[in-house]
């Protein structure tokens, strides 16, 4: 059963059909909702772009704690070898660290839909510079993630991204 890293963006399944289930469901999961913030969604939407944006940094900068602090301890991930646990994808990390070396990247166009409360949709494009096991990673890409509100912070629980 071979994972291909993370930054690949390979690793994850598509299914626009999952998301909305998957939100509702874990709806019990993160029963917190986010404290009221003026501006409203857009705040949101500026978290959730921190975050995932950090995610593409830590990437870079190999920087494995980060993914494992903003990932849920029971979240699940799926592959193209089925579902894997947190920690599993935290292997996939260290595994792409070591292999991966990541010039730069670039975010934007993103987009934050409200699906339950304390559940968010964020999609974007972006544009990564890298190179794993010597080949050179598509460049331009889709992105979408679904975050929770939990333990008082947003926390990613599904990623998904595409050429």
Not at 29 to 56: C, H, M, Y
Not at 89 to 96: D, K
Not at 106 to 122: H, I, T, W
């Amino acid at each position: 059963m071979k994972h291909e890293p993370f930054p690949a963006k390979k690793t994850f399944l598509t299914g626009a059909a999952i998301l909305l289930p998957l939100a509702l469901l874990l709806g019990p999961i993160s029963a917190q909702t986010p404290p009221k913030k003026a501006g409203g969604p857009s705040n949101v939407q500026q978290e959730l772009v921190r975050i995932e944006t950090g995610f593409f940094e830590a990437w870079k900068s190999k920087d494995e704690a980060y993914f494992r602090e903003h990932m849920p301890e029971n979240g699940i991930f799926w592959g193209e070898d089925g579902t894997f646990s947190r920690d599993q994808q935290s292997q996939e990390q260290e595994a792409s660290a070591k292999v991966c070396a990541v010039e730069g990247y670039g975010l934007s166009d993103f987009g934050a839909l409200p699906l339950a409360a304390g559940a968010y949709l964020l999609t974007y494009n972006a544009e990564q510079y890298a190179t794993c096991n010597g080949e050179k990673m598509p460049v331009h890409m889709n992105g979408s993630s679904i975050y929770i509100f939990k333990g008082g912070r947003w926390q990613a629980i599904y990623g998904r991204k595409f050429p």
